[in-house]
């Protein structure tokens, strides 16, 4: 039992976006990491900051629901947070209790949860746990050639899966203490993003900014970037993903600048009704199958 602070930093975030880096900065300001984490791996060589077990209890919930990490279009996050059995609350909640030491507040990092997060609000709850969240943004164009390269992913299921992550996790965790993060930021004024992190969410860091500085520095001068975009680059995909990630980009950047932006977060809901209507009716399939086809 984690019988310390009753509390979680959550980052959240897209695939191949920067939240091993986030989750790596803050493990190092004091912030608990997993006991046993995923291995490092060659495209990320400082480390994922990602709990095995709680990697392995997302993958079974999605698997049940039929959608995996790179097909999860076929489901509604909401509905799933509210009707999944209580039986599935209590098993996450222990898996979460075991994953981490008690003497500190873990940081909990997969990129499931963006769209599993109204599921792990209610272990939140179960564990009477606060949840302050750091949801971290890039450039969707450095995303999706990122997959496309790693995972031979299509440029169109690559963004239209960036979207949904980002259009869920930004929905979901209205209700949160948290804080629109960027991996431009994180990189160039790493110390900035603490400051309005911590000014944002509420979080008291463990640890103090000063006596993490050298730790954090060699620890992000390891972060490879090898895929950039100018800040104004097209969105990838085809026209009806690429249109609606423009503009959920631009409304994210917007609300990263202005918390809690009304007209920002309206945008999105106006992106999140169009994008679920082409996900519910087939035609989002339909691109993504026909340009696999073509490659």
């Known amino acids: 039992m984690m019988n310390g602070s009753r509390m979680a930093l959550v980052v959240l975030g897209m695939h191949r976006s920067g939240t091993s880096a986030l989750a790596g900065t803050f493990a190092r300001l004091g912030f608990g990491a997993p006991r046993l984490a995923l291995d490092a791996s060659e495209d990320n060589p400082g480390g994922f900051y990602?709990?095995?077990?709680?990697?392995?209890?997302?993958y079974d919930v999605l698997q049940t629901l039929g959608a995996f990490w790179n097909d999860c279009?076929?489901?509604?996050?909401?509905?799933?947070g509210a009707h999944m059995p209580e039986a599935i609350v209590a098993k996450l909640a222990g898996v979460l209790e075991a994953a981490f030491d008690p003497d500190r507040p873990p940081v909990l990092k997969d990129p499931r949860m963006c769209v599993l997060f109204p599921l792990w609000a209610r272990v939140f709850a179960r564990l009477e746990m606060t949840a302050p969240v750091l949801l971290m943004l890039r450039h969707p164009a450095e995303v999706t050639d990122s997959l496309v390269r790693r995972n031979g992913l299509p440029a169109t299921g690559a963004a239209a899966l960036t979207l949904h992550h980002m259009l869920e996790a930004e929905r979901a965790t209205?209700?949160?203490p948290r804080a629109l993060l960027s991996y431009d930021e994180l990189l160039?004024?790493?110390q900035g993003l603490?400051?309005?992190?911590v000014r944002e969410t509420g979080l008291n860091p463990p640890r103090d900014v000063a006596a993490a500085k050298a730790e954090i520095e060699a620890f992000l001068d390891q972060?490879?970037?090898?895929?950039?975009?100018?800040?104004?680059?097209?969105m990838p995909g085809a026209a009806p993903v690429a249109r609606l990630l423009e503009q959920a980009w631009k409304a994210l950047v917007f609300l990263a600048r202005v918390p809690g932006d009304g007209?920002?977060?309206?945008?999105?809901?106006?992106?999140?009704?169009?994008?679920?209507?082409?996900?519910?009716?087939?035609?989002?399939?339909?691109?993504?199958?026909?340009?696999a086809g073509e490659s």
């Open 194 to 197: 603490v400051r309005r992190a």
């Open 188 to 190: 160039d004024d790493w």
């Open 174 to 176: 209205r209700n949160a």
């Open 263 to 291: 007209m920002s977060m309206a945008v999105l809901d106006h992106v999140h009704g169009q994008f679920r209507a082409i996900r519910k009716n087939g035609a989002l399939r339909a691109l993504i199958i026909d340009e």
């Open 50 to 58: 990602e709990s095995a077990p709680v990697v392995k209890a997302n």
């Open 223 to 234: 972060t490879a970037r090898h895929h950039n975009a100018w800040p104004g680059a097209p």
């Open 73 to 80: 279009f076929n489901f509604d996050p909401e509905r799933v």
